[in-house]
């Protein structure tokens, strides 16, 4: 055979060519099989592939198209990120990505992902809105806002012919320009997102609707100005979109609303009034008006806005309503008939508006008035129950009881007759003075009721004005047996002693107790009923059993002695004295009396020795206080003649003797505050006296009161300008009153005559330090350097002074100073230590905590000290042991255990952390402190749990 090599190549060729042509590679199935919706086909080839080829950009590609269909996100994004390891700024991969985060509800992944959009494209829009959206969604506020910003920069540049949002975007960036400086501003955060809110509802609304208000969200917008206390801004905003819109004033005409939601009355009006000025007949904002100034009793504008309301608008009938009511409100009742009579003409309506006329007539009090509008009212045939009411209390008013009865009447027996009406109806029966009517009026409301205790009630109470108290009595005793209350018990026993008979007083007295035993006014009236029937001796054991019963209050003890003297009866009398002693044996005013009722009644031994019991503490009357108070301040008895002066002064405060003598005995027995009120009263009636004003001085100074102490001490010094005592004793109370300029002042004069104490030249120091002026203080306390021991407080003001002076390394040598010559002191090398930190003189503060805890190792403020010094060199597990030893020691420390807590986070150990913040929070919650600092970054941690 003659075959040729080229023929066979040529064979080979064509026949891998067909079969290429006919069969497809693997990948390209993929999409064939995608098309037929063999999805799960698809997936086993894309994924045999990816394990061959595991980083071919165009198959993780379509894989994750694949997996996506197949209801394998979690593949699919695995894919996307691995194109992402070798394409990172691919958008449109990232796009695929962010939508795979979204449909499978990655949401912190799609924000971390719209991040990278917007950095890689950073003038377009959408990024932005997702990272709004997404922000907001985890209270990222800061980051909101930043978002926000550069969106509105973004929407600022394009042309946007709508007032509103170009309005919104301007404020946006407005606003922005002042978060750059504030950023820690909570109302800023607030007011930016909640405007850019409004902005984007606007422009959704305004897409999906033809017809919108913009009015409507200007108001929202004036609402978030207003709400962070910005009402000036929202004024300018509300004046921007009236100018753009040409509208007048209605956009500030809704911030006038919005304040007065607001409850910012006051704002409100005050704008209202300065739109006024533009616009005067402006309906809606006069209708503001009127009710703002009725709000903040401007009752002159309100008036003079609904009566501009009536001329602009004389159909409307609410206006002048409102002006009529308005009116009756003011007292100005003669106009407020006179305009509800215009309605009632000019709309032909007096059947409407007689009821309006009658109320502004009745509220007058004004005869001539009622009878006029009862007279053009006279012929109208109104059956309703309220305005017969209310015309029944004109008819009352002006003393016509009958015609009031008679419209009274048919209200209460017709169908809307009410409780109250018969109640009502009683009175005016009563007002009639007719005991007839009355009685046929009793009998007719207990027919309307026999069981109601209410009517049966106020019938007794008409029997009783009727002149008919044995009626009275015997309902009210019926009233008493159905229910018991103290007020019908109490109406009952009146109306017993209204009979004048001491029988009937004496039954309705003892049913009386019978019902409510323990009750001390029913005992007290009962008793007072037997008093008023000149019965005395019945009175008496309720009187006794009401003064046992309140434990021995004092008004009821005394009643009963009163009592018992009305007897005339010596057995009573030594009762009575007997109970009193007893229930108040402490008191001096009782026993004094029962020392007389004794010697009046013959038994004088007893009273004698109850006499002498007390000899030794009180008398009572005021010339036998005015004798022990004497004898106890002569016998160096000061807290007892205190008390008794106090008593006497309570007497008779007129006695400028006796508030003397309480003054000056207030000052021995350690009462400051009485002594100086009384000498500064004194010192006031006599600015001339020294003394007083001396005493004074020091009184308000021992109660801490040091102003008012000041004020005495300057007057004082106006007697003795030269008195350096003095002086040195004012410049003390300067200081405790907070006045260090006048304190300074003082001091300098004194150093400057050469008057002034070292100890006082100390102390002139500190106030130098108060001031702010390390120079002075230096001037003063660097002297103490050169001395070879340095003392504790003077070294300690040095240090403070060279710190104010920026003497820093002056300030570090104090420190090491004071911490070598009183390492020994503890307390003091903490309080020295805890300073140096403050100044930021970490190394020392560290050497004075170490010498502190070395004589007491459980020292509070060196542990927790030493441990923030750790915490800053980043030694953490020194900083932790010290925090927790510290907190064994104080475990209420919340500042404590939320820096435990961070030192754990940088040392990794999250879980103790979490339970330090968690404990921080409780304890902040359980002092009542919201320490927000704490919370919020103790709650990224907690959060994570």
């Not at 009536?310 to 007292?331: Q, S």
């Not at 007497?651 to 500064?680: E, H, M």
Request: aromatic content about 10%.
């Amino acid at each position: 055979m003659n075959i040729k090599l080229w023929r066979i190549l040529l064979f080979v060729l064509v026949f891998v060519g067909a079969t290429y042509l006919i069969y497809p590679f693997p990948k390209d199935m993929v999409p064939l099989y995608l098309k037929n919706g063999d999805i799960a086909k698809a997936t086993d080839i894309i994924s045999t592939l990816l394990d061959e080829n595991p980083d071919d950009l165009q198959l993780l590609d379509l894989g994750a198209d694949v997996y996506l269909l197949r209801g394998m996100p979690e593949k699919a994004i695995a894919s996307l990120k691995r194109i992402l390891d070798f394409e990172p700024e691919d958008i449109s991969i990232l796009e695929k990505l962010v939508k795979c985060y979204e449909w499978n509800v990655m949401p912190l992944d799609a924000l971390q992902t719209w991040e990278r959009i917007a950095l890689l494209s950073p003038k377009r829009e959408k990024p932005l809105e997702k990272m709004v959206m997404y922000y907001r969604f985890y209270n990222l506020v800061h980051k909101e806002v930043s978002a926000i910003i550069k969106l509105n920069n973004l929407q600022t540049a394009e042309e946007i012919s709508d007032a509103f949002k170009t309005g919104i975007n301007l404020e946006v960036s407005r606003i922005a320009k002042e978060y750059d400086a504030k950023k820690d501003d909570p109302y800023l955060d607030y007011l930016i997102r909640h405007i850019y809110i409004v902005g984007e509802q606007y422009r959704v609304d305004l897409e999906n609707s033809e017809k919108i208000n913009y009015l409507d969200y200007v108001t929202y917008a004036c609402e978030y100005y207003v709400q962070v206390g910005r009402v000036e801004e929202a004024a300018a905003f509300a004046s921007y979109m009236d100018k753009k819109t040409g509208n007048g004033i209605e956009s500030r005409i809704q911030l006038v609303k919005v304040l007065g939601w607001s409850q910012q009355n006051a704002a409100a009006l005050d704008l209202a009034e300065q739109l006024y000025k533009l616009k005067p007949d402006n309906i809606a904002l006069l209708t503001e008006m009127s009710w703002l100034a009725q709000s903040l009793k401007r009752n002159d504008l309100a008036e003079l806005s609904l009566q501009k309301l009536v001329r602009l608008e004389p159909d409307n009938t609410k206006h002048r309503e409102d002006l009529g009511n308005m009116y009756i409100d003011e007292g100005k009742f003669s106009q407020a008939v006179a305009i509800f009579r215009d309605l009632a003409q000019k709309f032909s309506k007096l059947i409407t508006y007689a009821h309006s006329m009658l109320r502004a007539a009745l509220y007058s009090s004004d005869p001539q008035l009622m009878e006029k509008v009862v007279a053009e009212t006279e012929h109208l045939d109104i059956t309703d129950p309220e305005y017969q009411r209310t015309k029944a209390e004109l008819f009352l008013a002006l003393n016509r009881p009958r015609d009031a009865y008679a419209l009274l009447r048919v209200v209460a027996e017709g169908p809307d007759g009410q409780l109250d009406d018969f109640v009502r109806l009683l009175d005016a029966a009563g007002a009639t003075g007719d005991a007839k009517l009355v009685a046929d009026t009793v009998d007719l409301v207990l027919r309307f009721a026999p069981d109601d205790s209410s009517l049966m009630r106020q019938g007794a109470e008409a029997w009783l004005n009727a002149g008919n108290p044995e009626k009275s009595y015997q309902l009210y005793r019926q009233v008493v047996s159905k229910e018991g209350q103290e007020k019908d018990v109490i109406g009952m026993l009146l109306a017993a002693s209204e009979t004048q008979s001491l029988k009937t007083a004496k039954q309705a007295a003892e049913y009386a107790v019978k019902v409510l035993p323990d009750n001390l006014k029913v005992l007290s009236q009962a008793g007072e009923i037997m008093l008023w029937l000149n019965s005395p001796v019945d009175g008496y054991p309720y009187f006794k059993k009401a003064a046992v019963l309140t434990s021995g209050d004092k008004e009821t003890v005394m009643k009963l002695m009163q009592v018992a003297s009305y007897t005339a009866d010596s057995k009573i009398f030594r009762d009575a004295a007997t109970v009193a002693v007893k229930l108040r044996p402490s008191d001096e005013q009782v026993a004094m009396l029962a020392a007389g009722v004794w010697a009046a009644a013959g038994d004088t031994k007893k009273a004698a020795q109850l006499i002498a019991s007390f000899a030794g503490r009180q008398g009572e009357t005021y010339e036998m206080l005015m004798q022990w108070a004497e004898f106890a301040d002569q016998s160096g008895l000061t807290e007892e003649a205190y008390r008794l002066y106090e008593q006497i002064y309570s007497l008779n405060s007129s006695d400028k003797k006796v508030r003397a003598n309480l003054a000056r005995l207030a000052g021995w027995t350690n009462r400051p505050k009485v002594s100086a009120k009384l000498f500064g009263e004194m010192s006031d009636e006599q600015p001339d006296s020294f003394s007083l004003a001396l005493q004074a001085a020091k009184g308000y100074s021992d109660a801490a009161e040091y102003t008012d102490a000041v004020r005495y001490y300057e007057r004082a010094l106006s007697f003795k300008s030269g008195d350096t005592d003095l002086k040195l004793e004012l410049a003390r109370n300067y200081g405790f009153a907070g006045m260090n300029d006048k304190r300074i002042i003082l001091l300098q004069e004194l150093n400057a005559q050469g008057v002034l104490p070292q100890v006082e030249k100390i102390e002139l120091a500190r106030a130098y330090l108060d001031d702010k002026n390390p120079q002075k203080a230096l001037e003063i306390l660097e002297p103490y350097v050169t001395l070879k021991i340095l003392p504790r407080f003077e070294g300690f003001l040095l240090a403070s002074a060279y710190d104010q002076a920026g003497r820093r390394q002056d300030a570090s040598e104090i420190y090491k100073k004071l911490g070598l010559e009183y390492g020994n002191d503890g307390v003091f090398m903490a309080r020295l230590g805890a300073e140096a930190l403050f100044n930021n003189h970490a190394d020392d503060a560290f050497s004075l905590f170490e010498s502190a805890l070395k004589v007491d190792k459980k020292n509070q403020t060196a542990l927790k000290g030493i441990a923030m010094i750790y915490a800053q060199r980043n030694e953490y597990k020194k900083a932790a042991a010290n925090f927790r030893a510290y907190s064994r020691i104080v475990p209420d420390d919340a500042d404590a255990r939320f820096q435990l807590g961070e030192v754990y986070m940088q040392t990794g150990r999250e879980g103790e952390a979490l339970r330090e913040f968690k404990a921080a929070k409780r304890i902040l919650k359980r002092q009542g402190i919201n320490e927000k600092s704490i919370f919020s970054q103790a709650d990224k941690v907690i959060g994570k749990e």
